[in-house]
């Protein structure tokens, strides 16, 4: 009678293991950490037995593309825009169907002009969520007048700002801060020096290169640092723990921005049924509420904006998105050769060459 | 056939150390040669050979200036471990009566991940952090300390610390290793403790003493991590430039080019110091 019950048992496990691994979790994605929350695919659930997607996990996009180029496969990847080009040179993405993307309509019109979006014709990216790259300051220490680009190589802020330990970012800063913004991915060798000198310029006040946010943000939190250069997540990070920070969002003094999405992997072996299923939940209006409400990052979808907490689009600093698309930087593809001098130029300024 | 079924004995005892040593060692190590003689530009390799990444590294002042601070950090950690772990060992071997209690002691800091102890110092040498702190608290300072981290002086203690129990433990069997009938000659003879020390104990220990200066100053030259997060921009180490070609500029051939050529540093610095160890260590005798 016992033994029956857990033969019965054990049948019931493995019929529903397999009943598993034929529904949601057959899909593979490969992403940053943090966004296998649910309450961005609430509708992919919904349709695939109640199973979010699997998920691996990459910190960079550089690591993403070494990984995906030694072999590593999954169906869907969520690099950022400029990470486009290069992602098709080397042949490890494929087009999407724009006519099976149910909420292409409502995207932001301007985000589909994003560079790296389409590329000769075949759309390869489903543009998730964007936001910004700027100037963060402790407003109790710096007035709002006079914060600038400029203010980084003052020398009354020695030890007091901090960067990101990377080249394309540190660049976009310096192309901002030296009136090239608008050549960033283009830029010429006297415009590359320019850039070059400010950097060389801001080095010695420099307190350290941030690799992770979150040393970005204990460091502003604290006061050991009054400036960084740092996504809109440290802005919110010290919004929501009541440390006196904002970002510099004012257009002409200088900001980026950055538009990140989905991509369809060539080694992808999951049913394409499905696979738009998961990129079809991820646009949908809801999705785009809930990351607007919860992790306070601006999404693709024009119509999330409408149906979104409009305090919290104003306090996080995206009631008018257009200024943005019109006004800032965008991290768009670098020219691979300029991009391959900014890296090499960029590890000489850190060491003081 | 006697002597043949010994080697036959020898071959397959040494089998298994052989294959595991040609799949990891090896091959990965000819791989990387050949990468350094290849090319790459953007997203294609160029599989013909050429010196170009060995022209492009020895030319580049910043790889000489970071090899050179690798070494030069990496020498110092070496100096200052096994200065801190002599008496240690001593202690244990020499004085210690429950050896195998303190041994294990030394070993704790093991028990963590070596991330979680490079953290740890991160923690302690920050601007809000426990030195800081316990300095501000106690009225020695005004603002907090900023040249306790991110430069070479946090990188020495960190790997410091870690490496301990690496030069501990060897210098502890090669002075477990003197007979005590030798001290109590010396003592005969007239010596006093000091000249003890100096003609008897340490000459017997120099052996101990290069294989832990080897054991620290190979993996601290090449160490990534801990410049990673308690360098700063002063204390980069010539690791954090290869992790760079691997990554973010995607240049696995210079990397590859680099690796060798740290590899090849290493090694001269490593037999020019065994070299002058054993010398000394006659010279003292």
Redesign the interface.
Known sequence: MKLQRIAAFAFATVTSAGSVSAGGADLSVFDWSGYEDPGFFANYMAKHGNEAPSYSYFG?Q??A??KLMSGFTADLAHPCSDAVR?WV??DLIQPLDESRLTNWADMLPEIKEVDGIVIDGNLYMLPFEWGNTGLIYRTDKISGDDISLQLLSDPAYA?KISIPD??SSAYALASLATGNADNYTNLTDAQFKEASDFLRAI?PN????W?DAGQLDQ?MT???IEMGWAWNQSELNLIWNEVPAAMMRDVDKGIATWVCGYVHLKSSTTDEEQIYDLLNALSEPGSGQYIIENWGYPHANARAFEIADQASIEAYGFADPKSFFEGSLFFDAVN?ELE?KM??EF??I???? | MILRSDAAKGYSLSAPATIYVGFLVAAPLAILIAYSFWTQ???TLDKSLTLKNYREALTD??VQ??MLRSIWIAGAVTIVTVALAYPIAYFIAMKAHKKTIWLLLITIPFWSSYLLRVFAWKLIL???GVMNSALLGLGLINE?L?FLL?NEFAVVLTLAHAWAPFAILPIYVSLQKIDPSLLEAATDLGNNAFQRFMRVTLPLTIPGIIAACLIIFIPTVGDYVTP?LVG???G?MIAN?IQ?Q??????WPLGATLSLMAMLSVGFVAIVFVITGNRLGRRIR
Do not use: I, W
């Not at chain 1, 420099?206 to 290169?209: A, E, G, I, P, V």
């Open positions: 960079s550089e690591e593309f070494t290069k040179a080397a030890g990377a080249a080095h420099m307190r350290f290169y690799s460091a604290s006061g050991e691979p391959a890296l090499a590890e000489r850190k060491a003081g060459f | 530009t953007y997203v002042p910043l200036h970071l920050g601007f809000n907090p900023s991110y990673a700063g921009s002063d980069k430039l760079v691997f990554g973010a500029a995607n240049n």
